[in-house]
């Protein structure tokens, strides 16, 4: 898979190789070997503006590039893609799946507020779920993205409630799969884990590795070996990774000036914040802010 390039030169599409426009009330599904194929089974790095999108790999091997992150899954496996993040994806041959494509408006509009809630908690960041092959939620999941499938594929289906409908199960119980696995990893099941949740809560407060290490029980080497072990950087690195995704989607989002948006992101200097996004990303927050602009 190709190395990520620099954040402007993302492409940015609602359906991959297709026009960055979605509308309003897009639900869309697909088989992952129905593109992936026609790409040689690779999905180059690229981004959603606006759209929510789940991928189940119910089997074969994926390389899954989430922003800076790069790891391999065998499935079954749900990947959590909220908008903004850069990735892609490397598939086995003859890997089977589905994509589910949406807008969140589609989503939760007239529905009771439990389906906001899940989607908001599920997208809150990039993530992977594991599924064990033969458990219960594999199948009730697997069941759900085939139904929504074939609902979607249905002469009926531009009328029809039920892709909503499954749309939302999936989401809900997708939701309910991910906090189960936070509360495992809070009880000390993946120190990892546990790290990125921190680093989720903290990292505009500008801990030092050695606070992060101390709220984990380990010393700052540990942590760092931890880091290298599960994503090939330190620990700082994964930290400073985590707040330039911030600062490009607040620059991105946000119509506030770039001192302001400095300060919210913790810098105390606002020069030195543009130093440490230029370093990161290769751009002035305003040239990166400007060509988003353009692209928009």
Same mark, same amino acid.
């Given at each position: 898979?190709?190395r ?7 492409p940015i599409?609602a359906l991959?190789g297709?026009t960055?426009?979605?509308?309003v009330d897009m639900l869309h599904v697909e088989?992952?070997q ?7 089974w690779? /999905?180059?790095v ?9 991928l189940?790999?119910?089997?074969g091997?994926?390389t899954?590039a989430?922003?800076e992150?790069?790891v ?15 990735h892609?994806f490397r598939?086995?041959p003859?890997?089977?799946g589905?994509?589910f494509t ?5 989503m /939760?509009e ?6 906001g ?21 594999t199948?009730?999941?697997d ?6 499938a074939d609902?979607?594929a ?5 009328n ?20 189960r ?14 790290f ?5 809560t903290h ?9 992060y290490?101390d709220e ?5 080497e540990r ?5 290298k072990a599960?994503?090939g ?21 946000i119509a506030a000036?770039?001192?302001k948006?400095?300060f ?6 606002p020069a ?25």
């Amino acid at each position: 898979m190709a190395r990520a390039r620099r954040k402007a030169a993302i492409p940015i599409f609602a359906l991959y190789g297709e026009t960055p426009a979605a509308p309003v009330d897009m639900l869309h599904v697909e088989a992952i070997q129905s593109r992936s194929r026609l790409y040689q089974w690779e /999905i180059d790095v690229h981004a959603h503006r606006s759209l929510h999108q789940i991928l189940w790999i119910g089997s074969g091997t994926a390389t899954i590039a989430l922003d800076e992150q790069r790891v391999q899954r065998d499935g079954p496996v749900a990947v959590i893609v909220p908008p903004g993040v850069v990735h892609g994806f490397r598939f086995s041959p003859h890997t089977e799946g589905q994509v589910f494509t949406f807008n969140p408006h589609a989503m /939760i509009e007239g529905d009771v507020p439990a389906t906001g809630q899940a989607l908001r908690d599920l997208f809150a960041a990039a993530r992977i779920l594991e599924f064990e092959p033969d458990g219960a939620a594999t199948m009730r999941i697997d069941r759900l993205f085939a139904e929504l499938a074939d609902e979607f594929a249905s002469p009926d289906a531009g009328n029809s409630p039920v892709p909503l409908w499954l749309g939302r199960a999936i989401v809900w119980r997708l939701a309910q799969q991910s906090e189960r696995q936070a509360r495992y990893a809070a009880r000390g099941g993946d120190q990892f884990t546990r790290f990125l949740l921190l680093v989720e809560t903290h990292h505009c407060e500008h801990w030092p590795i050695a606070r992060y290490a101390d709220e984990l029980g380990m010393t700052p080497e540990r942590l760092n070996r931890l880091a290298k072990a599960e994503t090939g950087q330190s620990a700082l690195d994964v930290v400073h990774a985590r707040l330039t995704r911030e600062a490009c989607r607040r620059l991105t989002y946000i119509a506030a000036p770039i001192s302001k948006l400095a300060f919210e992101l913790g810098f105390e200097d606002p020069a030195y914040f543009c130093r440490f996004f230029k370093r990161r990303t290769g751009q002035s927050p305003r040239d990166y802010r400007r060509v988003v602009s353009e692209e928009a």
